[in-house]
């Protein structure tokens, strides 16, 4: 079985940009969780997809968004681009049945500098 | 919400040595995992372990659910084992099934 992929792999961005990252989650996976590592503050979950609907949400600003169509990809945009969003983007999928959620499995990541 | 912390921050080892990592967490999981990520930033999965004991190799972890703790204990270690081991949980209160709280991490090196 393939594992998750998520592109693009790097990006540079500019303060005020936009940004639109992927990911493709393993086959029979339909929850698609997104996190963002950083230096300061570790590893955090932005937010999780199921069945096209966004089901958990962490504690980031509106300015993170995101989505999951009919074949389970997702993408997550950041609007007006910060210095602090520059970050390691994660994405997981998993399997869930319900509020069960199996092991969770992560793509290599995308990394986005904004300067 | 949950809370994680995982001791010790930073381990050096010669190769071939022993190491056990500690998760402790604060309130009940549903989920339990061990991640090793590697130079360029991957999360591996070695362990789906809310509760109870699994061998993997020269890994294994185990999770006492009831006194709120998982320890990974790695065997003659090698060099490639070197990098960030994270533990992370999901439970709690506001228990959603996905949202994984993620430790601080332990940072081992493995010398030649």
């Known amino acids: 079985k393939a594992g998750v992929t998520q592109t693009p792999r790097y990006l540079i961005k500019t303060r005020g940009q936009q940004v639109t990252l992927s990911c493709s989650p393993i086959s029979g996976h339909r929850s698609v969780s997104w996190y963002q590592q950083t230096p300061g503050q570790g590893l955090q979950f932005l937010f999780e997809y199921f069945s096209e609907t966004q089901r958990n949400k962490g504690n980031f600003p509106g300015r993170f968004s995101g989505r999951q169509f009919s074949n389970s990809r997702s993408e997550m945009n950041v609007s007006t681009l910060e210095l602090g969003d520059s970050a390691l983007y994660l994405c997981?999928?998993?399997?869930?049945?319900?509020?069960?959620?199996?092991?969770?499995?992560f793509g290599p990541g995308t990394r986005l500098l904004v300067l | 919400g949950i809370q994680v912390e995982q001791s010790p921050p930073d381990l050096i080892l010669q190769e071939g040595a022993n190491s056990t990592l500690r998760c402790n967490f604060s309130d009940s999981v549903n989920n339990l995992q061990w991640f090793h990520q590697n130079p360029w930033g991957q999360l591996i999965n070695l362990f789906y372990i809310p509760s109870g004991t699994k061998q993997n190799g020269r890994l294994s972890a185990t999770t006492v659910a009831t006194e709120r703790y998982s320890l990974l204990y790695i065997s003659s270690s090698q060099t490639t084992d070197s990098g960030v081991y994270f533990c992370a949980v999901e439970g709690g209160r506001e228990t959603s099934g996905s949202r994984l709280t993620f430790g601080e991490g332990t940072q081992l090196t493995v010398n030649p």
């Open positions: 997981a999928s998993s399997f869930r049945q319900g509020n069960v959620v199996g092991s969770q499995y």
